[in-house]
C-alpha cells in the first residue's frame, strides 16, 4: 500500500514538473526552465498533439528557453501530428533566433512534413525573410518541392512575399521550374496580381 502510494506521488511529481517546465516556457523564464530541467523534468515529452517543450519555445520565440532545452539534450527533430519539427514551427512563426539556435544545433534543414513541405517552404509561404535567409545560408534545398510540385519561390511568389522571392532568386532557385499544373512561380505571381514579385522574376530573367 505503501509502495503504491509513493507510486502514485513520485507519478504526479512528474506530471507537476512537466506541466510547470511547460508553463515556465510559455512565460519565458530561462531560469525557471533551467531549474526545472536540473531537477529532472522529462524535457521531450509530449502533449497530446505530440509537442514537445522545444516546440513550445519555438512557438513563443524564446529563445533563451529554447537553448537551455538543447543543452540538455531536447530532441531537435522530434515531429508532432502534422509531422513539423520545432524548426519548421519557428520558422511558421518567424522567430529567427530560435530558428539559428536550432539549425545551429543540427536540426534537419530539409525535413517534410506530412503534406511534403520542407521548412523553407513553410517559411517563404509565411514570408519570413529573415528565416528564410537562415535557412538558405545553412544549406536548405532551395528547389526541393511539395507533393503538387510547388516550390518555395512558387509560394512566395503566390502569397506576394517580395523579399522571399528575392532572396531565393539571389540563392539560385530554378525561376522557371513548374509544378505539377504546368505552373511557374512568375504565371502564379502573375495571375495573383503580386507585380512586385513578378517583377523580381522578371528581372532575373523568367521565361514569360
Known sequence: MQDAKRAAELCQLVADQHTSLEFAIIGGDELRV???IEAGANIN????????????????GHEPCARALIEAGANINATQERGRTALMIASTMGHEPCA???IEA???????????????????????????RALIEAGANINAT???GGTALMF????????????LIE???NINATDKRGRTALWIASTRGHEPCACALIEAGAKR
Not at 515529452?45 to 513563443?60: D, Q, Y
Not at 517559411?123 to 528564410?132: K, L, M, R, W, Y
Not at 512566395?156 to 532572396?167: D, F, L, V
Request: proline share 3%.
Open 106 to 132: 543540427g536540426a534537419n534543414i530539409n525535413a517534410t512534413e506530412k503534406v511534403g513541405w520542407t521548412t523553407l517552404i513553410i517559411a517563404s509561404a509565411e514570408g519570413h525573410e529573415p528565416c528564410v
Open 34 to 36: 533551467r531549474a526545472l
Open 171 to 173: 540563392a539560385g532557385d
Open 45 to 60: 515529452a509530449t502533449n497530446k498533439g505530440g509537442g514537445t517543450a522545444l516546440m513550445i519555445a519555438s512557438t513563443r
Open 156 to 167: 512566395a511568389s503566390s502569397n506576394g512575399h517580395e523579399p522571399c522571392a528575392r532572396a
Open 100 to 102: 539559428r539556435a536550432l
Open 146 to 148: 511539395e507533393k503538387d
